[in-house]
């Protein structure tokens, strides 16, 4: 039997409570004073741009995937997650129901205006940066690296969080600094880095690689850093398989490459609006959603 929980979802309907905004994937409501909403749904953005295709069972692996790393992790950093429940929230049981197993309720943070990239791998912009300056974000590295080259050890290379529609900006830590203050730019960079090489091993151990991922955090009413948004997802990370992992080429990765790649083909401007996408494009990307989310989580 299908339920509403199993239906593609791209935008959330929560009539009981106020709307704050709606980004790339997420939808956000006011809870009261103290708490969010945050619904993440199916849909799929590719260059800085939303799709009018959801992709089935995105979110639901997203939201999933983001659990487990909280709870992995809630030793080392606080959390964003509320005890409170989805039931609390939104006694309706109508209008939970799409809902169920893709919005958590989270504490009300001040978010940090930087978004936090580790890097351990050289693919991507910090490829290109280094084909160009030998450098990335300012780091020298050592001369003939290769891409998809396993870097000397992780990098921790933050950017500015961007309008929607718009590319983030990559900074240097002097930048990062000046943008949060000294005692909060350290900090959020020792977490960071340590977030990064403890689920790089884990994920070892699940035969995927992470070549990089960007985390974002905020601060408590005790200035306290908090860890929020999403962790260490296909939309957040670069996910490789590890048993296709070939220095000197991009390997595979688990996640909208399978889109990308076809937008590339098309005669599109990489502006709104984007073009539909074809059902195999769409089940092959939903497939390696799912593919992530079984080996990181079992």
């Known amino acids: 039997m299908t339920t509403d929980a199993d239906q593609p979802l791209y935008e959330s309907s929560v009539t009981s409570l106020p709307l704050l905004g709606r980004g790339k994937v997420r939808d956000i409501y006011a809870v009261n004073d103290d708490h969010l909403l945050i619904v993440t749904t199916d849909r799929l953005s590719a260059f800085d741009v939303i799709l009018p295709d959801p992709i089935p069972g995105k979110g639901a692996v997203l939201q999933a995937m983001s659990l487990f790393w909280f709870r992995h ?65 300012g780091i020298a590295l ?7 080259e396993q870097l000397p050890a992780p ?28 005692d909060y730019a350290h900090k959020v960079r020792e977490l960071a880095l340590r977030i990064y090489k403890d689920a790089a ?72 609006p984007a073009p539909r996408l074809p059902p195999e494009i769409i089940e092959k990307t939903a497939a390696k959603y799912r593919e992530a989310l079984t080996r990181l989580t079992g």
């Open 142 to 148: 050592p001369p003939g690296m290769r891409q998809a």
């Open 201 to 272: 091993a884990y994920a070892r151990t699940r035969g995927i690689i992470i070549a990089d991922t960007k985390f974002e955090f905020g601060i408590d009413r005790n200035g306290e850093v908090v860890l929020i948004d999403e962790v260490l997802t296909p939309d957040s990370s670069r996910f490789w398989p590890s048993d296709q992992y070939q220095v000197g080429t991009s390997p595979p990765s688990f996640d909208k490459q399978f889109v990308r790649d076809y937008l590339e083909t098309l005669d599109w401007n990489k502006q709104a």
């Open 73 to 137: 992790f809630e030793d080392l950093v606080p959390h964003q997650l509320s005890k409170l429940t989805l039931e609390d929230v939104l006694p309706d049981a109508a209008e939970r129901a799409p809902l169920e197993g893709r919005a958590m309720v989270v504490k009300r943070l001040r978010p940090l205006m930087v978004e936090a990239v580790v890097r351990g791998y050289l693919i991507g912009s910090g490829w290109k940066d280094y084909q160009q300056s030998g450098e990335i974000c």
């Open 155 to 182: 990098l921790f290379t933050p950017s500015t969080k961007a309008e929607q529609g718009t590319h983030d900006e990559n900074i240097d830590f002097a930048r990062c600094e000046a943008l949060l203050g000294r």
